[in-house]
């Protein structure tokens, strides 16, 4: 269960998120749409104890997020914005270094990052550096690493925006199946498409936040 409680994010003297609230419960879909700069990234960043919160705050499953390595510890998995992968790195040591840090059994890890590369459709490409990989081929590894470490809440931040339709279609699907199997999943998104899918819809203007659909 994700709580945002009257959440404000700052940057300096500008307010990128003010006074947020909401709640995702395992099991649910929110889709959080809006202008460019209105503050999804900022807003999932504060989830993910990566900004910090100049008010209020966010709990996971009743734990107060403080920092991104209590966060990621707590199972908050963020799929960020421009991927994040190391470029340097294969396909699968991307996916395996989260799963590693866990101290995961090896043949545990392996098995668990073939049946991610292959639920976006790179099963053929794990062992192709992320620098080799188009946009779109980067932008499946990072949802596959995210859904490979089977978090509790799932951050996925304009996730499909570079893939074609076929490929939207399957990413949308496993993060639908995230929920499925438990975890409460927030996409930031301008596609109408994703955000119809979802089970609530929010819109964020100017760090405000109002409903178009609640959850
Ligand atoms: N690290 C930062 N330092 C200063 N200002 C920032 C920082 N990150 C974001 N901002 C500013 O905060 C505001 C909200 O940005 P944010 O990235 O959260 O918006 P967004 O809705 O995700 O935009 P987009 O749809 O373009 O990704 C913007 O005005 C942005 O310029």
Do not use: C
Request: no cysteine; net charge negative.
């Amino acid at each position: 269960m994700i709580n945002v409680s009257q959440v404000t994010v700052r940057y300096g003297e500008l307010t990128a998120v003010s006074d947020v609230s909401f709640t995702v419960p395992p099991g649910f879909v929110l889709a959080v749409s809006g202008p460019s700069g209105a503050g999804k990234s900022s807003l999932l960043w504060a989830i993910a104890g990566a900004v910090p919160v100049a008010k209020g705050q966010v709990e996971i499953d009743g734990l107060v997020i403080t920092d991104r390595p209590a966060a990621a510890a707590h199972g908050v998995v963020l799929i960020p914005q421009g991927n994040g992968l190391a470029r340097v790195l294969t396909a699968r040591e991307n996916l395996s270094l989260p799963l590693l840090a866990e101290r995961k059994p090896s043949d545990e890890v392996e098995r668990t990052i073939e049946q991610a590369l292959a639920g976006v459709g790179l099963e053929e490409s794990g062992d192709h550096l992320v620098e080799e990989l188009s946009g779109g081929e980067q932008q499946r590894a990072a949802v596959a690493r995210g859904i490979a470490q089977q978090g509790r809440v799932i951050l996925a931040d304009e996730s499909t925006s570079e893939l074609d339709s076929t490929n939207r279609e399957r990413v949308l699907d496993l993060l639908h199946e995230e929920a499925r199997r438990g975890a409460a999943v927030v996409i930031a998104t301008h596609d109408p498409n994703v955000a119809d899918s979802a089970d609530g819809h929010a819109v964020m203007d100017e760090g405000h936040l109002s409903w178009l659909r609640r959850l």
